[in-house]
């Protein structure tokens, strides 16, 4: 009798990406995964349907069309850019080659919930460094890292916090990161920030070996079912992301629509100050009430806290019988918050006038 396989006893502690979420599809308004309001550019839904002819072909697993116009659009170099199946695709990529057993890997305790998944592919330690209230500092992030840390990730803005650190703060991470320790720095909410005091990434990377910035198609460019993201660092860094990714990681039919996108800047605009407006105008609603704290966001969300499990079950299932679906926070172990994505002008409205008469009934 054969004895069977076994897997790497670490991998028991890998529990399945989960949102805590119904089926997002059964409701009205999907207004529970950051997507964008208006959908994908008008010339990427084109281009999109046009790849399709070419569906029998394989794409070009070196996707330099694709590199040569995010190089061409972000002001970067095409050979330090790498494409992945979404950003968290290179997220789960970082961990296999710069970590493994005896190692730390640091995030923020609500950050985003891949994050605390990747220690437990390579057997690594995660380390989730605790918030006061939502927000984290940049001195308590400094005083968690170890001489073993190998991965220090940085979601900026921080979903599904909102907050967002400035280029200073991040600066003074980086210098007290200890020696073959990498910075993965998240900004896949990055186009929807106001605040003048932010960094894309961009420069950091450009100056620094030990920087790789994740930016995604998913949000403003509204591509979140096709999978598509990139990441930009230093070339000893792509190169070794190259040799572990998969050849085809990227299909022909997200390369020709994420390329379409990024030359709408009408539609790209549209949406940036449309988001801008709205997120103000909600957590205008929402300020100064003592019955809900709203936290300030950066990004195309806001989180907000009812205070009592209860009241957030409540108002989750009363948005649900409205035909409105937010995100519950159980899987962050947040069991009294909620998040709502900022949709379309008449949705932001809708929402609100929902939440409003639970608000009322519940006081």
């Given amino acids: ?38 959908g994908p550019s008008p010339k990427a839904l084109a281009a999109y349907a046009a790849a399709a002819a070419d569906a029998h072909r394989y794409p070009d697993y070196t996707y330099h069309a694709l590199r040569q116009a995010i190089a061409a659009h972000f002001g970067l170099q095409a050979d330090r850019v790498v494409c992945g199946n979404g950003s968290d695709d290179l997220i789960t990529l970082l961990p296999r ?41 940049i001195d308590r992030l400094i005083s968690h890292l170890t001489p073993k840390t190998k991965l220090v990730f940085m979601a900026n803005p921080n979903n599904p916090t909102g907050q967002m650190f400035t280029r200073d703060d991040v600066l003074r991470l980086h210098a007290a990161l200890p020696q073959g320790a990498l ?21 950091l990377a450009r100056q620094f070996n030990n920087v790789v910035v994740l930016r995604t198609f998913s949000k403003i460019h509204a591509l979140g079912g096709l999978r598509i993201g990139f990441a930009y660092a230093q070339p000893d860094i792509i190169d070794a992301i190259n040799r572990v990714r998969n050849p085809f990681n990227v299909s022909a039919a997200a390369e020709a629509a994420a390329m379409a996108s990024m030359l709408d800047k009408v539609h790209l605009e549209k949406s940036r100050n449309h988001n801008a407006e709205w997120r103000e105008w909600m957590l205008g609603k929402l300020r100064g009430r003592n019955d809900v704290k709203a936290y300030d966001s950066q990004g195309n969300f806001i989180l907000i806290d009812f205070f009592a499990p209860e009241k957030a079950k409540g108002m989750y299932e009363h948005l649900l019988s409205c035909g409105i679906q937010i995100r519950p926070m159980t899987s962050y172990q947040l069991p009294n918050h909620l998040r709502l994505t900022i949709g379309r002008a008449e949705d932001v409205q809708e929402l609100w006038e929902a939440m409003e008469y639970y608000l009322k009934q519940h006081a």
């Avoid at 690594?124 to 939502?134: L, Q, Y």
């Avoid at 896949?188 to 990434?201: C, L, P």
């Fill in 97 to 137: 080659i710069y970590a493994g057993v005896g190692d730390d890997i640091m995030f923020s305790r609500y950050g985003f919930s891949v994050y605390p998944l990747t220690p437990h592919m390579v057997g690594a330690h995660g380390i989730a460094v605790p918030e006061d209230d939502m927000r984290q500092t």
């Fill in 1 to 38: 009798m054969t004895v069977a396989p076994k897997p790497h006893a670490y991998l028991h502690q890998l529990e399945s990406y989960h949102i805590g979420a119904k089926p997002p599809q059964k409701y009205r308004l999907r207004l529970s995964h950051n997507e964008g309001p208006f």
């Fill in 183 to 203: 910075l993965v720095y998240d900004a896949a909410y990055a186009d929807f920030v106001t605040d003048n005091r932010y960094t894309d990434g961009f420069d």
